[in-house]
């Protein structure tokens, strides 16, 4: 590979259509069952179907096709089919003076659409070279299998003998399923970024492309910006003839009749016509020139915002481009613990504003009667951070399992009431893990099903929390 072309950047998009009728609106375009004024009608036999796709009707059944094996409940507005569209500058491939094999760039943008979405997703191809740039559109429908796996499920199996619901764990099978979801592929600012990346390093490198700028300010061409620049650019003018101006014969007059001749409005017709063909390469070419230029300023608004921010990092640099590698490591980890401790602070202040709201809310529940102890205990200390939470939800474990501030609450209540709203434990929120959490309530729930002695056998004895772990 010549390596002077990888100035030419890949180029891929994606285009979400939630309803069946932008599916078959996007096919009628694609297969040309509608005008398309950037297409040359002569070229249009060279297109290339690479599915048993050929129409908008036929892509819509196929897609319906593909639905139907869908077995998870779908979100009530989803998104139904996903669009890429995958090309590169016009001067990037063979066929214009460089070195790019459209063909096979496109046979490895099918193989990577493949990898991401499963082959049999693909509902219908086309590579399109009846424009000026030849590019591939990809019609995926977004499907995501669900591996079949065991949960636990404790259930309510009988009453004990002294009243109290007793509560067995089952192991529950969950099979295998389908779900539609366009987000898991591509919702977000970092799964689009990280798809360009990846697409650019697997599939344009091999090719000669590279990524575009990642971080860019610019934002995407829009179709007719982006075909405006495609658009019959530098073909050599040709003037108009002199003769042009006169009157041309429409029907030839015979022997009893005259002949008829164009009129001042069929001739002014005629040449209005012709100069609009005359000049349309120049105005493509300044279309062209237009978009190049915002891309230009573009480029260089982003250049400019990445030095801006390394600039701002230069005193950072400096100060560590002298550490050793085991310097440099305990340095980061101390960042990481420091950014951890501001997250706790964080969803811990956010628990603590929000006890008054819950108080208010409902004063006789479990979650009312938690936040009138914990609001308690922060006028008592002056603030949530000088509060010792340990001590004051294990007191309230303890008088909220005895009843003393209102009806006997369940271990597992209780717990659940601490992990979710106890300033103290902010930390679940953070960094437990789902699996520590559903232990830890399991644990709870087999502790409501034996009477036990709460002081030589309680779930949270103090001391004992969860943020304790960390």
């Given at each position: 590979?010549?390596?002077?072309?990888?100035?030419?950047?890949?180029?891929?998009?994606?285009?979400?259509?939630?309803?069946?009728?932008?599916?078959?609106?996007?096919?009628?375009?694609?297969?040309?069952?509608?005008?398309?004024?950037?297409?040359?009608?002569?070229?249009?036999?060279?297109?290339?179907?690479?599915?048993?796709?050929?129409?908008?009707?036929?892509?819509?059944?196929?897609?319906?096709?593909?639905?139907?094996?869908?077995?998870?409940?779908?979100?009530?507005?989803?998104?139904?089919?996903?669009?890429?569209?995958?090309?590169?500058?016009?001067?990037?491939?063979?066929?214009?003076?460089?070195?790019?094999d459209s063909a096979a760039y496109f046979r490895d943008a099918m193989d990577w659409i493949a990898r991401k979405h499963g082959a049999a997703n693909i509902v219908a191809a086309n590579i399109q070279r009846d424009e000026l740039t030849p590019h591939l559109v990809v019609y995926v429908v977004p499907l995501v299998d669900i591996e079949a796996k065991t949960r636990n499920r404790v259930v309510i199996a009988g009453t004990n003998p002294d009243g109290t619901k007793r509560r067995e764990t089952r192991i529950e099978q969950q099979a295998a399923g389908v779900r539609l979801s366009a987000s898991h592929y591509l919702d977000g600012r970092t799964k689009l970024s990280k798809l360009q990346t990846d697409f650019a390093a697997q599939v344009g490198k091999r090719h000669?492309?590279?990524?575009?700028?990642?971080?860019?300010?610019?934002?995407?061409?829009?179709?007719?910006?982006?075909?405006?620049?495609?658009?019959?650019?530098?073909?050599?003018?040709?003037?108009?003839?002199?003769?042009a101006l006169e009157p041309r014969v429409v029907e030839e007059g015979g022997f009893l009749r005259r002949a008829v001749v164009e009129t001042p409005e069929e001739v002014a017709e005629r040449l209005t016509a012709a100069m609009r063909k005359l000049y349309a390469p120049t105005v493509a070419l300044a279309g062209s020139s237009g978009v190049e230029r915002k891309r230009r300023l573009e480029a260089e608004a982003t250049a400019k915002a990445k030095a801006d921010q390394l600039a701002e990092l230069a005193p950072l640099i400096a100060a560590v481009k002298d550490l050793s590698p085991a310097q440099f490591v305990q340095l980061v980890e101390h960042a990481q613990r420091l950014q951890r401790a501001a997250q706790f602070a964080t969803e811990a202040a956010r628990r603590a504003a929000g006890l008054g709201r819950l108080l208010a809310k409902?004063?006789?529940?479990?979650?009312?009667?938690?936040?009138?102890?914990?609001?308690?205990?922060?006028?008592?200390?002056?603030?949530?951070?000088?509060?010792?939470?340990?001590?004051?939800?294990?007191?309230w474990c303890e008088a909220a399992k005895a009843g003393r501030d209102g009806a006997v609450l369940s271990e597992v209540t209780v717990v659940k009431t601490i992990?979710?709203?106890?300033?103290?434990?902010?930390?679940?929120?953070?960094?437990?893990?789902?699996?520590?959490?559903?232990a830890l309530l399991a644990k709870a729930m087999e502790s409501d099903q034996v009477p036990s002695n709460p002081k030589s056998d309680d779930l949270w004895p103090r001391g004992s929390l969860p943020n304790r772990q960390l």
């Open positions: 590979m010549d390596s002077n072309v990888p100035n030419h950047p890949v180029i891929i998009r994606v285009k979400k259509l939630a309803t069946l009728a932008q599916v078959a609106a996007s096919g009628s375009h694609t297969w040309r069952e509608r005008p398309t004024h950037n297409a040359d009608p002569s070229r249009t036999p060279d297109n290339q179907d690479l599915r048993p796709v050929s129409s908008s009707a036929a892509l819509r059944s196929a897609v319906e096709r593909r639905l139907a094996v869908v077995t998870e409940k779908t979100a009530a507005k989803p998104v139904r089919c996903v669009e890429y569209l995958i090309t590169a500058n016009h001067q990037a491939f063979r066929e214009n003076g460089g070195v790019v000669g492309l590279v990524r575009g700028v990642e971080g860019s300010k610019a934002r995407h061409t829009t179709v007719r910006e982006f075909y405006a620049g495609l658009g019959a650019a530098g073909r050599p003018l040709e003037g108009i003839p002199a003769d409902n004063a006789t529940s479990a979650v009312g009667r938690y936040a009138r102890a914990a609001i308690e205990a922060i006028k008592a200390a002056g603030g949530h951070t000088r509060v010792g939470w340990d001590r004051i939800d294990g007191q992990l979710e709203y106890s300033p103290g434990q902010a930390t679940i929120e953070v960094s437990m893990r789902p699996e520590a959490r559903e």
